[in-house]
Structures are given as structure tokens and as C-alpha cells.
């Protein structure tokens, strides 16, 4: 189903009571000051302004028809770009024709994108649930279709300044010709430095903990200060990654649990046993995990049997 193509303006279609209509609802002040709209306010926070038209009554932005009223042309195939980024404002010396990418270029400069919180970097924002700075390039692509607009993301970064050096390298590559002109850092553009990605980061974690659990790791807090990331990221690998989902000693870091050991009641003691040919020992019951999990262990040595729990210390 085809999209339906939204009403064009036309200056002939404006009567003077429109006209008279859209300025009453306007604020005036010096030409270098911003006109804010006084009349209704649309959901992505343009203003609105109801005209009658074929009929019944058809919402055009407010900003749009200042233009048509100001120059008595309007060109249906580019937008209107606020310079003042002040969404609510008519002002005509603060309005500008452009394409849609120009457009998204100064969404991008003046910091208003919805992605997360901005940067004051060209084509960064902050990813609010993963909490990593991420660069993303817009692009406009033709086909046989038309036109459409196409993201490309250059990575996602821990630090601001390298998901900008990484925004500024995307952008040559995109735009050979005018990619300079689009830089956050035009001093670098020679420079042979490439910011580290998070997921280049991500996997050297992953090797490092995976080499930990395997050595008997399995403090928490031990993991993440050697592998240097946080608790949230151990978690995410310890319930994603292939070679730890199902892996015991995994599950040991997981769940704080160990071989032989089970909790008496919520608030109780920790009680060892050992089962060994059939017959099922008991070692007593401890104050922690940990003591219940030495016995296990020492009760294992004694009768010959490979440590589980802490076989690195043996």
C-alpha cells in the first residue's frame, strides 16, 4: 500500500484571514530574537497552526507556512531547518530551506537527537541502556524507489572522544570529497590514531575471565577487578556466552554456589556432604559457604578424589 503524500501549500491557497489568523498567534519581537508560536503544539513539538482546506480543516507547521508567508514560495521537496534550533520559532530570518540530511546534520550539531543523551560531538550520543558512547552516521541513499535515509554505525566506545575520532574516520570514508568539512577534530584527520572499539574491548574480557573461571576463580568481585569491566558485563557473559552458560564452574561464579554444599533454611547454616561409593557423608555444617566447601574438599583429597571446588589451591 502506497504512502499517501502530504497536502502541499501554496501562497494562492492563503486568504488574508489565514494570514491574519497565523500572526495573531505569533509573539513578535526584534527580528533577532526568536518568534515564539503561541498556537497549538504538534507531538514531535513543531508548532501547528489549522487551516480549512477541501473541505474540513487540515494542520500545517507553523514554521512552514511563516516561510510561505515571507518569500510566497515553498518548496515541497525540502524542509524548513530551524537556525536558532528553536523548534517553536517562526521568525523567517531564523528559517532556512534544506534537505532532509541537512536537517538531521544540525539535529546532530545542536545536540537535540532522541537516541540518548547527545554529545557535543558530531554524530555521538550516549546509548542510555548499555550506557557506551556510540557513533552513527546518516546517509542518504537513491534507488529505483526514491530516496530513504540509512544509518551507519561506526562503533559503540566507552570514552566520547574516540566514538567522535571514529565518527570522523566513517565520514572520509562515506564522503572523500567533502568528509574533511564534516570532521569533530580537523587537526587529526592526518593522524594514524583508531580509537578502540568496545566489542575489540569486550572480547579481551571475555578471555580474561574465561581463563580465570578455568583456574578456579570465583569470587566476583576478584573477576571483575582483574578483567577490568564491571558486574553488569561478568552477568551478561555469564548468561550469553556459549562456553560459560552451562559450564559448572560458571555457574559456581553465577549462583555463589559450591560442590557438596546446600544452605539449611533461609538465615541457616551451610551444610557439607560428600557422597562416595553409594554412601552419603555428612561433614558438619559451617558459618559460610566457603568453610563448608574447604571440608568438601579436604574430605575429596583424603579419599583420593580429584578437588572441585578449589583445585587451584592443591
Not at 550520543?125 to 551507519?152: C, E, M, P, S
Not at 571514529?166 to 570514508?173: C, F, L, R, S, T
Request: with cysteine; net charge positive.
Amino acid at each position: 500500500m502506497s504512502r499517501k503524500k502530504p497536502v502541499a501549500l501554496k501562497y494562492d491557497h492563503l486568504t488574508e484571514h489565514d494570514i491574519k489568523k497565523f500572526w495573531s498567534n505569533v509573539n513578535k519581537g526584534d527580528t533577532k530574537d526568536c518568534w515564539e508560536w503561541q498556537g497549538g503544539k504538534a507531538v514531535v513539538g513543531y508548532g501547528l497552526i489549522s487551516l480549512e482546506r477541501f473541505g474540513g480543516r487540515i494542520g500545517f507547521y507553523s514554521h512552514r507556512v511563516s516561510v510561505l508567508i515571507s518569500t510566497m514560495s515553498l518548496n515541497p521537496d525540502l524542509v524548513v531547518r530551524h537556525k536558532c534550533n528553536n523548534r517553536m520559532c517562526v521568525n523567517p530570518a531564523h528559517l532556512i530551506e534544506g534537505t532532509v540530511q541537512e536537517n538531521a546534520n544540525d539535529t546532530q550539531l545542536a545536540n537535540r537527537s532522541k537516541k540518548g543523551k547527545t554529545s557535543k560531538y558530531r554524530g555521538v550520543y550516549l546509548d542510555g541502556r548499555t550506557k557506551k558512547w556510540v557513533a552513527k552516521l546518516t546517509i542518504t541513499v537513491r534507488n529505483k524507489k526514491g530516496k530513504y535515509q540509512k544509518q551507519i554505525t561506526a562503533g559503540v566506545f566507552d570514552k566520547e572522544k574516540d566514538a567522535a575520532r571514529a565518527y570522523d574516520i566513517k565520514v572520509q570514508e562515506v564522503y572523500p570529497d567533502i568528509g574533511k568539512d564534516l570532521v569533530n577534530f580537523p587537526e587529526l584527520i592526518d593522524s594514524d590514531y583508531k580509537p578502540i572499539r568496545w566489542i575489540d574491548k569486550y572480547k579481551e574480557i571475555r578471555e580474561n575471565v574465561v581463563e580465570q573461571i578455568r583456574n578456579g576463580a570465583y569470587d566476583c568481585k576478584d573477576i571483575v577487578k582483574k578483567a577490568g569491566c564491571s558486574e553488569v558485563v561478568l552477568r551478561r557473559l555469564l548468561n550469553r556466552d556459549p562456553d560459560l552458560k552451562n559450564n559448572y564452574y560458571a555457574n559456581r561464579v553465577k549462583y555463589k554456589k559450591f560442590y557438596g554444599v546446600s544452605k539449611r533454611g533461609k538465615g541457616g547454616k551451610y551444610r557439607a556432604r560428600l557422597t562416595f561409593k553409594g554412601v552419603v557423608m555428612s561433614l558438619g555444617e559451617f558459618e559460610s559457604s566457603y568453610l563448608a566447601a574447604q571440608a568438601v574438599e579436604n574430605k575429596r583429597i583424603e579419599l583420593g578424589l580429584p578437588a572441585i571446588n578449589f583445585y587451584r589451591d592443591y
